[in-house]
């Protein structure tokens, strides 16, 4: 069975731009969860999706956002950039959201 | 509002020791807690999971162990290797539809 993907794996971008990240969820399991993770602030939970719908949402601000399609895929969005964005970006998939999660390789964002 | 620390932060053994890796978290009131490892510059890897309801799990050399009342986890590693040599996690679901908090890690050195 294939693991969680994400793509791109690496990414670089300067300052007020936009940047659109991917995850493809391990085949029938329907929670995707998004972090961030900085050597400052260790992993930080971003928001969950669950068959379409955000179930639970961390503290960040009204730029990061996100959304799930039909076939468990989620996209996470993040609006003017800013240097404190940089940070590893992990996405996890798992059957119920209460279960085991799997996490992928990660996407590394860099913003200059 | 759950807070989890592990304690040391880093930790380095020769090979072939047996080794137990600290968890502690201030809300004893959780839904499950699961242990993770992660590789520089990778993603996560889940190593077990424990529901509330239960005291230990066990996959190979690898034994998790949960004490709600006084809110601590360890993760003992029996006969290490160099390739055990990462950084590992725990991260603790308060409720069945909440998001996991994770600790801050313990970075684990395994020396030949």
């Known amino acids: 069975k294939a693991g969680v993907t994400q793509t791109p794996r690496y990414l670089i971008k300067t300052r007020g731009q936009q940047v659109t990240l991917s995850c493809s969820p391990i085949?029938?399991?329907?929670?995707v969860s998004w972090y961030q993770q900085t050597p400052g602030q260790g992993l930080q939970f971003l928001f969950e999706y669950f068959s379409e719908t955000q179930r639970n949402k961390g503290n960040f601000p009204g730029r990061f956002s996100g959304r799930q399609f039909s076939n468990s895929r989620s996209e996470m969005n993040v609006s003017t950039l800013e240097l404190g964005d940089s940070a590893l970006y992990l996405c996890a998939s798992s059957y119920q959201g209460t279960d085991t999660q799997y996490f992928g390789p990660g996407t590394r964002l860099t913003v200059l | 509002k759950q807070e989890v620390t592990q304690i040391p932060a880093a930790l380095s053994v020769p090979e072939g020791e047996n080794l137990v890796l600290n968890c502690s978290f201030t809300?004893?009131?959780?839904?499950?807690l699961q242990w993770f490892r992660q590789d520089p510059g990778k993603g996560l890897t889940s190593l077990l999971l424990i529901q509330s309801s239960q005291r230990e799990q066990t996959s190979g050399r690898l034994n998790a162990s949960l004490d709600k009342s006084s809110g601590r986890s360890t993760l003992y590693i029996a006969a290490s290797q160099p390739g055990d040599s990462a950084t590992y996690l725990c991260?603790?679901?308060?409720?069945?539809?909440?998001?996991?908090?994770f600790g801050t890690g313990t970075r684990l050195t395994i020396i030949p």
């Open positions: 809300d004893s009131a959780i839904y499950n």
């Open positions: 991260a603790v679901r308060r409720g069945g539809n909440e998001k996991l908090t």
């Open positions: 085949s029938g399991h329907r929670s």
